[in-house]
Structures are given as structure tokens and as C-alpha cells.
């Protein structure tokens, strides 16, 4: 039996949660993650590479070498088994379809073929990495803006999410004073199509995240976090280190994560002066110390 002082404590609860800014009931996920690309270099060994990534903390890949439906000589059902083996897993993998991107007469085949292979992976996100630069112009942006939408569609429909990775030169201007990258943010449905926000390419391109996510909030469902050494003579922008071992503010960043919609972050450095494994390890041992709390 339901009591007056029962349902108005009932009533109270179900008020205040729909009151509740819904930004409140958010979480990222803590999982560490680290984008494969990190140790390009360390590949031809695979399973090692595997091992070193998980001994070192690691859980969570974000994939990269997509091609002819295979990673790295192995095809998907091998490369899934290799990262079970090692007990990580991945939502998130790059691919860089240059037909979806710039075929004008593009058939789909590529991206559904896609998107067979990444629920085979057991990807939650679908992520276009790079844009060549003969194709750097406001045209071309609108038209990956339309991909990007369609293939929104078709992944939703599979389970998955279309996403979106950037680096410094979605922040050039068109005539008008519009970047690039607001081109895609502003012709893209946000229930279809998510960003990767790289941070260190954010703030190479002078740019400060949280202007982004506060225009945009709710849209960037992964961060790279990939730290900038301070800048020396002769080059004004320092190149990547480890993730604590930079000047990017880190923390302050990360008080934003729900107001940016974070769902999965991943470790990646570019250039190293020690030993990668030594590298990733540092990162790690930050990001858990830090920021995964």
C-alpha cells in the first residue's frame, strides 16, 4: 500500500530528476584507451605489441590500417580474436575511405562492407581520420558534411555511431570567416554523427576546447589526449609527449567532459624521445593517477 508520506516522496524524487540537468546523469567511460597508431612503428610484431599495450594498463584500442577488409595481414575475425587474446577490446577504428570522401559518385559499397567489419570488431564508433589536402576546401567539406549524415544513417541502423577526427587544418577559414570544422559541426545531425576532438591539434590550431564545447555541447564523444611539449627555437609548437609530461592543461580540460559529451578518450603520441612502451606506460600511469578517477 502507498502511503501520502510514500507518494510524496516518490513524487519529490521523479520532480527532482527531471529537473536535473541531464549533463548530471552523464559518465564517461573509464576504460584506458590508447589509438594503435601510437606504436605504428612496433606493428610488425603484432602480438607483442598487444601484450606491451595491455601490460602497460591499457584496455581499450582504437584501431587504425583498415584495408582490402583486413588489419595488418589478419583479417577482422583474426584481429578481434588477437585483441580478446590480450584482453583489450575496441570501439573505435579509423578508416580512411577515400571514395566515401570524395567519389561523387559514390555507391556505398565500401561503407557497408564497413560496417559489417566493425560489428564483427564490436565497434560503437566508425571514425573518418583524415582529409588529403587537395580536398582542404569548402566544398569539399560540405560534401563530406552529406557522407558523413548518410553514413550516419546506415550506421545507426547497424548499431554504430559515425564519427568524425580532426587535426589543425579544420580550423582554416573559408572567404567568409567560417572554419572548416564548423562546417562540418553545423551540417551534420547531431543524433547521427559524433566528433573526435584531438586536443593537441586543437590547441596547435591556437583554438581553446571549451569554446567548442560550449557552442557545440553534447557533440565530441571522444578525445585523443596526446600532450605538446612547450615550444623551443625554431619550432613555435611543440611536437607530442607523454600525456602529464606537456604544457596542456589536462585537468582543466577534463572538468568539461560532460558539458562536451565524452564518452571514450585514448592515448596517442606521435613522436617520442624514449623508448614507446616506456612512453605509453607514462601516459597510462597519468591518466589513471589523474584523470580516469
Known amino acids: 500500500m502507498v502511503t501520502r508520506r510514500t507518494f510524496l516522496q ?11 540537468d541531464k549533463s548530471e546523469l552523464f559518465k564517461a567511460h573509464k576504460d584506458l584507451g590508447l589509438q594503435l597508431y601510437t606504436v605504428r612503428n612496433e606493428i610488425k610484431d603484432l602480438k607483442n605489441t598487444l601484450q606491451q599495450i595491455s601490460a602497460a594498463g591499457y584496455t581499450n584500442i582504437e584501431m587504425y590500417g583498415y584495408s582490402k577488409r583486413e588489419f595488418f595481414g589478419n583479417t577482422v575475425k583474426q584481429m ?21 570522401l570524395y ?45 558523413l549524415n548518410k553514413g550516419g544513417e546506415l550506421s545507426k541502423a547497424a548499431g554504430l555511431t559515425t564519427a568524425y577526427h580532426n587535426h589543425n587544418f579544420e580550423f582554416n577559414k573559408t572567404a567568409d ?21 584531438d586536443l593537441y591539434w586543437v590547441e596547435n590550431a591556437g583554438q581553446t576546447p571549451k569554446d567548442w564545447f560550449t557552442k557545440y555541447p553534447g557533440r565530441f564523444a571522444m578525445w585523443h589526449i596526446k600532450d605538446m611539449e612547450a615550444s623551443a ?34 592515448v596517442e603520441q606521435e613522436q617520442y624521445r624514449r623508448p614507446v612502451f616506456d612512453c605509453i606506460k607514462t601516459s597510462a600511469d597519468y591518466m589513471k593517477k589523474n584523470l580516469l578517477k
Open 10 to 20: 516518490q513524487s519529490s524524487i521523479l520532480a527532482g530528476a527531471l529537473m536535473m
Open 80 to 100: 578481434a580474436g588477437l585483441l580478446k587474446e590480450n584482453n583489450l577490446k575496441t570501439v573505435s577504428g579509423h578508416y580512411g575511405l577515400t571514395d566515401f
Open 103 to 147: 567519389d561523387k559518385d559514390y555507391n556505398w559499397d565500401s561503407w557497408k562492407y564497413l560496417l559489417e567489419d566493425a560489428a564483427i570488431m564490436q565497434h560503437k564508433y566508425v571514425t573518418i581520420p583524415w582529409v588529403e589536402e587537395t580536398h582542404r576546401t569548402e566544398d569539399s567539406f560540405k560534401l563530406i558534411a552529406e557522407r
Open 177 to 197: 570567416g567560417k572554419t572548416f570544422y564548423e562546417i562540418l559541426l553545423d551540417n551534420t545531425d547531431p543524433k547521427l554523427v559524433k566528433f573526435e576532438m
Open 233 to 266: 627555437a625554431g619550432a613555435p609548437k611543440g611536437q607530442t609527449c607523454e600525456v602529464g609530461k606537456g604544457v596542456i592543461d589536462w585537468k582543466s580540460i577534463y572538468k568539461d567532459q560532460k558539458l562536451a559529451g565524452l564518452d571514450y578518450s585514448f
